[in-house]
């Protein structure tokens, strides 16, 4: 079955930086889009990012654009998140996701879900 497992995720000071990955499996990686959701508990899961096929286009949230970058290694079967200048804010869960359908920011259009990896930014 597919399984997409993220990694990287922890306790970070506002203004750095992380990174975080992405490994699937059970699926054919490089026939799909990857895409990164955050989650706030209580709150709806915002679209972070996401990737096209081959890394090209890419689409990403106003809140991270100029400092998040996904990128992809169709070899390895991962994705990643690169952030910087985080900004202080609420523990999320990082989500990444598999989809056939472009790099839309809808959850809708993604059907296979990590478990998620938290990131927490403290001042």
């Known amino acids: 079955q597919v399984q997409l497992v993220e990694s990287g995720g922890g306790l970070v000071q506002a203004g750095g930086s992380l990174r975080l990955s992405c490994a699937a499996s059970g699926l054919t990686f490089s026939h799909y889009g990857m895409g990164w959701f955050r989650q706030v508990p209580g709150k709806n899961r915002d679209f972070v990012a996401a990737s096209s096929w081959d890394g090209t286009p890419t689409n990403y949230a106003d809140a991270v654009k100029g400092r998040f970058t996904i990128s992809r290694d169709n070899a390895k079967n991962t994705v990643y998140l690169q952030m910087h200048s985080l900004n202080l804010a609420a523990p999320a869960v990082y989500y990444c996701?598999?989809?056939?359908?472009?790099?839309?920011?809808?959850?809708?259009?993604?059907?296979?879900w990590g478990q998620g990896t938290q990131v927490t930014v403290s001042s």
């Open positions: 996701a598999a989809g056939l359908k472009g790099t839309g920011s809808s959850s809708r259009i993604y059907a296979h």
